[in-house]
């Protein structure tokens, strides 16, 4: 998984570099949902973090997800919206302390 931050949202080559997290073993179904990339927009607010989001998005396969982590509270509705309007699929969403996380599958 490629940790992506605020100067490229994601790096085109998928390349592991030091900021690359390794996965964790699972059952299939979180293996199914393990994020290809991260988007950390924490601290921005409207519209970066769709912004990065959109951008990050269209650098993945079909199938392959997205986690977008925010903070800004208007995320949660922006990014839930978007989806909706694109036809993306949230597959997973967390809201712990102000931090919300997004898993997002590109599904065209």
Same mark, same amino acid.
């Given at each position: =998984?490629?940790? @992506?931050? /605020? &100067? $490229?949202? +994601?790096?085109? $080559?998928?390349?592991?570099?030091?900021?690359?997290?390794?996965?964790?073993?699972?059952?299939? =179904?979180?293996?199914?949902?393990?994020? =290809?990339?991260? +988007?950390? @927009?924490?601290?921005?607010? @409207?519209?970066?973090?769709?912004?990065?989001?959109?951008?990050?998005?269209?650098?993945?396969? +079909?199938? &392959?997800?997205?986690?977008? &982590?925010?903070?800004?509270?208007?995320?949660?509705?922006?990014?839930?919206?978007?989806?909706?309007?694109?036809?993306? &699929?949230?597959?997973?969403?967390?809201?712990?302390?102000?931090?919300? /996380?997004?898993?997002?599958?590109? =599904?065209?």
């Amino acid at each position: =998984m490629i940790r @992506c931050n /605020r &100067e $490229s949202a +994601v790096d085109a $080559s998928r390349r592991p570099d030091a900021r690359t997290r390794h996965a964790t073993e699972g059952n299939e =179904m979180e293996q199914e949902n393990k994020p =290809m990339a991260v +988007v950390d @927009c924490i601290g921005l607010y @409207c519209p970066m973090p769709i912004t990065m989001t959109k951008e990050a998005m269209e650098k993945l396969d +079909v199938g &392959e997800v997205l986690m977008v &982590e925010a903070d800004d509270p208007a995320a949660e509705e922006d990014i839930r919206r978007w989806a909706d309007r694109v036809g993306h &699929e949230i597959v997973k969403f967390e809201k712990d302390d102000g931090i919300m /996380r997004f898993s997002i599958r590109k =599904m065209k």
